[in-house]
């Protein structure tokens, strides 16, 4: 079944114009959307999905008579047959086809049909129902009203493509919200009959949902690549406000995706199109620490075999862009350029940027598949592996002795050198948070740096021990956690990277010392790293010391925690302090710019300030699965002992002005002065009555509302 995208949801940032015919919201739905609250809220219900969607095939064309006709089955989720009047009558109902030829190299696609600006453009069926006939059993053959073969453009040796744009706008029962419903079947033949030799599948849609979701553009029903290829091609281009010197800016796919991907780091700085100015995004890879530049190089994130929206294989010429270098091509993403220079040897970029080695030769010259593969994933990067074996004297009152490895892929040890930065974070939870109290400094572990002076190699099976620096706080009770983290820098030839290893935790009951291994017991555990690794391939924060672990993230970002004591005398927000417990900081970072109050900005070590208010999300963020690891990480009520946000912290923490669980949690994201006195007026003293409407079973559970598709 497809997915559907809310019509309440909008598109991201502005709009873009080729010419006057395509008008487009570039982007995936982003925005919260109007209130669900149609019935009585206290009412139990099930929510309805998008019963009724659309399933399309197109199965065969016929070029050999005028006029020339494509065949296509159409059907709902269930198989139950869907007409074409039926999805033109429908509210929005759009029918569309396109039509065009890939040249004999499969650098590009040119589409027959156009304006009289040479703008692509398409054939709208729902103009001409009657030149569809049903065949029966969902299957009907339409007959184009143009005739392709009359185009002086026709070639009927080359590769072909026609493509439908099938939509309509559905409303769910129940709750009466609109859905937009769509499809994009497409078909690759050649009207000669002969087989299909040469392709251009570069990139999968399955490779850009990862990130988004629903890719969705131009109104949302343009949804997968191969339609985007049949306009977005060379030689086409759009009004823009900035793009290199000139005032039109080309928006075929490799330099439109290129460089909206690189949009703070264009080296240039311009790439506007229509009203949208795409140099405000900022690419999650890597999350800006492991590598030189924080640049999105790593070309196989898209670049990569996968399946289109019907699950067919879809990006076969993945690979393509290995032996593609050109000013062209190197060009929309290393833009600002005179690639016809003396220093650049005209435009023939292969000739000196082979395709053999990771990191260049040894001249320094970097080849193209070394140049944007990633350190971490190739044969350069030896490891960084952590494990902790054994802890003694883990008791309140006394300094711990931790028994541990630090190792390279093979099993070696890593030594303590100039090129590493190792420690351990004591931590403890008594309850279902960390609170850390009576620590150095407040809501935060204690840290203990390692070193060579301080750690004991033993060379028989490669372990090393350390006594840590402080003892446990008398006050410890609970589940107690010494996490082992830390970074080395690699260098290999010319390339120079500072790594870190996935950090290692092992628990323990600080009153008695033993190993706690139930993890009943442990914080809960609600976010999946795997899926925040599908934006940010290799989460890896403070300078690469924290890598691919929430379960170390939340031992400092707890309720208690804030940035109070990294903060300047005159902070940017004027605030004492702002929170940085997790559930409401990783909900506020990707809610960004759609923050309805101020700016969400943290202090960070050394006086760094990090405003994450024109953090662009690049999904639907009711879409809570795509962080959580199942809807009962985001029911209501919360877990049983859930700590409540420190938003004035004191030397005592149990004297902490804190805002209530469930509202910092709803509140992060719906922040809005209509949501703070919904909540505020819910609320009797410490007990928040939430659930009374937001239950699950309910109209408006969480986890209805933000499980719609």
């Known amino acids: 079944m497809l997915t559907i995208t809310p019509v309440r949801k909008f598109m991201l940032a502005g709009s873009v114009a080729l010419s006057l015919l395509m008008v487009a919201g570039c982007g995936s739905s982003n925005k919260e959307g109007s209130s669900v609250e149609t019935l009585d809220p206290s009412t139990p219900v099930t929510l309805a999905k998008a ?3 659309i399933t399309a095939s197109i199965t065969a064309v016929d070029f050999t008579a005028t006029p020339q006709t494509v065949t296509l089955t159409l059907k709902d989720q269930n198989g139950k047959d869907i007409s074409p009047a039926d999805i033109i009558a429908s509210p929005s109902g759009r029918f569309r086809f396109y039509l065009a030829r890939l040249d004999n190299t499969g650098a590009s696609y040119t589409n027959y049909l156009t304006n009289s600006s040479g703008v692509p453009t398409y ?23 143009t005739d392709f073969k009359a185009n002086n453009g ?26 937009q419903q769509a499809v994009n079947p497409y078909l690759t033949f050649r009207p000669d009959g002969n087989a299909v030799a040469v392709t251009r599948e570069l990139v999968s849609i399955e490779a850009c949902n990862e990130c988004h979701g629903q890719l969705g553009v131009h109104g949302g029903s343009r949804r997968e690549i191969a339609l985007c290829s049949v306009c977005h091609y060379s030689g086409v281009t759009a009004t823009g406000t900035s793009f290199e010197n000139a005032t039109t800016a080309p928006v075929d796919l490799a330099t439109m995706i290129h460089r909206i991907h690189m949009g703070k780091k264009l080296p240039s700085g311009k790439y506007s199109v229509g009203s949208t100015d795409f140099t405000k995004v900022g690419y999650p890879f890597i999350s800006g620490d492991a590598t030189i530049t924080g640049t999105p190089i790593e070309c196989t994130k898209c670049h990569r075999q996968g399946k289109d929206l019907a699950g067919k294989p879809y990006g076969k010429d993945a690979d393509k862009w290995k032996a593609q270098a050109s000013a062209k091509a190197c060009g929309t993403c290393h833009d600002g350029k005179d690639y016809t220079s003396a220093a650049h040897f005209g435009t023939d970029c292969t000739s000196c940027h082979t395709n053999s080695n990771e990191f260049g030769g040894t001249s320094g010259i970097p080849d193209v598949v070394g140049a944007h593969t990633v350190f971490e994933k190739s044969a350069a990067y030896t490891g960084i592996n952590f494990k902790i074996l054994s802890i003694q004297n883990a008791t309140v009152g006394n300094k711990p002795t931790i028994r541990f490895k630090i190792t390279d892929n093979t099993g070696a040890a890593i030594p303590f ?16 948070d960390y609170t850390n109290a009576d620590m150095a400094a407040p809501g935060q572990p204690n840290s203990f740096t390692l ?13 090393y021990t350390a006594t840590f620096g402080t003892a446990i706080p008398a006050t410890a009770s609970g589940v107690a956690v010494i996490g082992l983290e830390g ?11 500072t790594i870190g290893g996935e950090s290692a935790q092992y628990y323990f009951d600080p009153t008695t010392g033993e190993q706690v291994t139930d993890t009943t017991k442990l914080r809960r555990t609600s976010v999946d790293v795997s899926k925040c690794n599908a934006c940010h391939s290799r989460l890896s924060l403070h300078g690469a010391n924290r890598v691919n672990s929430i379960s170390e993230c939340v031992i400092c970002h707890n309720p208690n925690a804030t940035d109070k004591n990294r903060r300047p005398a005159s902070p940017v927000d004027g605030l004492a302090e702002q929170s940085i417990d997790f559930k409401v900081m990783i909900h506020k970072i990707h809610t960004g710019e759609a923050l309805s109050a101020s700016s969400y900005v943290i202090y960070g070590f050394g006086g760094s300030v990090n405003d994450f208010k024109e953090v662009q999300y690049p999904r639907d963020r ?41 509202r910092a949690v709803c509140t992060s994201c719906h922040d809005s002065s209509q949501t703070t006195s919904h909540v505020t007026g819910k609320t009797i003293g410490v007990q928040e009555n939430c659930i009374q409407c937001h239950a699950p079973g309910l109209v408006n559970a969480v986890d209805n509302v933000h499980n719609l598709k």
Do not use: W
């Open 51 to 53: 019963s009724q969607n």
């Open 123 to 145: 054939e709208d069926a729902s103009k001409y129902l009657s030149r569809f006939t049903s065949l029966g059993n969902g299957v009907y053959r339409y007959a184009f009203n």
């Open 154 to 179: 026709y070639l009927p040796n080359l590769t072909h493509i026609v493509a439908a744009q099938i939509s309509r706008d559905y409303m769910l029962p129940v709750i009466n919200l609109k859905v």
């Open 417 to 432: 050198d100039t090129t590493t930065s190792f420690s351990l974070k004591l931590g403890y939870m008594p309850g279902a």
């Open 451 to 463: 070193s060579a002076a301080n750690t004991t190699l033993n060379p028989i099976d490669n372990t």
């Open 487 to 497: 970074r080395k820098t690699f260098t290999y030839r010319s390339h120079t990277a």
């Open 622 to 662: 009711s879409d809570c699965l795509a962080c959580h690891t199942d809807l009962d990480a985001v029911k209501l009520p919360l877990a049983d002992g859930v700590l409540g946000t420190t938003t004035t912290s004191k030397t005592d923490p149990s004297q902490n002005t804190r805002t209530l669980p469930m």
